[in-house]
Nanobody, 115 residues
Framework: QVQLVESGGGLVQPGGSLRLSCAASGSIFSRYKMYWYRQAPGKQRELVASITSGGSTNYADSVKGRFTISRDNANNTVSLQMNNLKPDDTAVYYC?????????WGQGTQVTVSS
């Protein structure tokens, strides 16, 4: 069993930055592919970024050049650095980990971008 706990959300003005963190329990975190998803009110959950166990990354077009996903396997954490935030980035952000056949979701953290 793996537990994922997100932190770092909050209210930020447009153009500002936030750093989300996801802390994972369990001894095989390094084998998991990790993802950040987000869900805005009235919209479907969408993939924001992913990072493989080896550190390869992918991003949604809407966040490329503004968001950076990273992981620290020694400390069982994955982070999402979000810069130049826009009101459209407002959503609940979820951490998700997958290592077949296991997959786990965090509880989510709210990010609100507003002046």
């Amino acid at each position: 069993q793996v537990q994922l706990v997100e932190s770092g959300g909050g209210l930020v003005q447009p153009g500002g930055s936030l750093r989300l963190s996801c802390a994972a329990s369990g001894s095989i975190f390094s084998r998991y592919k990790m993802y950040w998803y987000r869900q805005a009110p009235g919209k479907q959950r969408e993939l924001v970024a992913s990072i493989t166990s080896g550190g390869s990354t992918n991003y949604a077009d809407s966040v490329k050049g503004r968001f950076t996903i990273s992981r620290d396997n020694a400390n069982n954490t994955v982070s999402l650095q979000m810069n130049n935030l826009k009101p459209d980035d407002t959503a609940v952000y979820y951490c998700y980990g997958k290592y077949f056949p296991y997959e786990y979701w965090g509880q989510g953290t709210q990010v609100t971008v507003s002046s």
